[in-house]
């Protein structure tokens, strides 16, 4: 099987390096988005899956658009297609590219369509408290997410996951279960199935602004799991001082303060650890809460604008007025 490999995200390579590895499929050409300025300097580095194309050899484009692009369109028309795969390539690609492949154009997209179409359905089935997730093989169509399903297999979401964990139970999976799709499609082994239009949720593309926590709406659980759904990327974060601090470990305790009226909402408050261990001195250290619009949000780990990741008994040794700071 010939396919041509549509591509942004890192989390792509590992699925083409286990394509790479089998026999059956040979990968013509990989796609992507064009290379990004990053960190101060703004220099354009290349991804992992373009890193990994180079070091394979396998042409790589990355064209500015796809609509009216004909000297794009006839590059693909010279090639002897089966597929175009689709991995998280994040725009919409042309009907008549579509329609070059003779077996047609496939998304791996992670979430049971129709429910999560779009940008980030991982991210957004662990902020709505999911406990399972769904690995979707599916036709493209000129509209996104929205045409038939082809195979799908269950993933567990645990409590202490978050949107890299899944991706790593998503890589252990979809690279066997494209290339079960792919040959059931060519043997006419597999009926699609059409998509309930009436069930159909939506969710966007995340922005950095989406990590930043509104202490006063969301409860200690909807912050832990947005910090769950937003790691590795944009993570979550608030404002100390002026500067962003962000948390890169944290849980929540389903303790209610409310009536305490020594305590005032969204403070940080010092809290002896219960679970110290007398063999094991390290386990001493204090717990940093939140009080929260309910629950409390436990802090572990910080970063604090331009500083390193520390741990939270080591951040309040360096700023000691952390504690009783009140968080807007």
């Known amino acids: 099987m010939k396919i041509w490999f549509f591509w942004t995200g890192d989390f792509s390579k590992n699925i083409l390096k286990d394509i790479l590895e089998n026999n059956e499929i040979e990968v013509l050409v990989a796609v992507s988005q064009q290379d990004k300025p990053v960190w101060r300097k703004q220099e354009l580095l290349p991804t992992e899956v373009k890193a990994l194309c180079l070091e394979k050899n396998i042409p790589i484009l990355q064209p500015e658009k796809l609509k009216n692009n004909t000297e794009f369109f006839k590059y693909l028309k010279s090639l002897d297609l089966d597929f175009i795969v689709v991995v998280a390539y994040w725009k919409i690609i042309p009907k008549a590219i579509l329609e070059i492949p003779k077996f047609w154009c496939i998304n791996i997209h992670g979430s049971i369509l129709p429910k999560y179409r779009w940008a980030s359905p991982i991210q957004e089935s662990i902020k709505m408290w999911d406990t399972e997730t769904w690995l979707t093989i599916m036709y493209m ?32 999976l ?8 792919l040959n059931k499609v060519v043997s006419w082994e597999i009926i699609a199935k059409k998509q309930i239009e009436e069930d ?15 202490w006063k709406e969301e409860s200690a659980k909807q912050i832990y799991d947005k910090f769950r759904a937003y790691t590795p990327w944009p993570w979550i974060y608030s404002y100390y001082n002026d500067k962003k601090i962000s948390f890169e470990d944290c849980f929540y305790y389903e303790i209610d303060l409310s009536e305490d009226e020594e305590l005032i909402p969204w403070d940080v408050i010092e809290i002896e650890n219960e679970h110290y261990d007398e063999k094991n001195p390290a386990s001493k250290n ?25 741990d939270i008994n080591i951040f309040i040794n360096w700023y000691k007025e952390f504690i009783n700071y009140t968080f807007n």
């Open 174 to 181: 979809w690279t066997n279960l494209l290339i079960k799709t």
């Open 200 to 214: 159909a949720t939506y969710c966007s593309k995340i922005d950095k602004k989406d990590g930043q926590i509104n």
């Open 141 to 172: 169509s000129e509209w996104m997410d929205e045409w038939d399903i082809l195979e799908i297999e269950k993933v567990n979401i645990d409590i202490l996951d978050n949107s890299l964990d899944i991706f790593k139970k998503f890589e252990k």
């Open 286 to 310: 204090k717990e940093i809460w939140v009080v929260c619009k309910k629950w409390i949000f436990i802090i572990k780990q910080v970063k604090l604008e331009w500083k390193k990741t520390m």
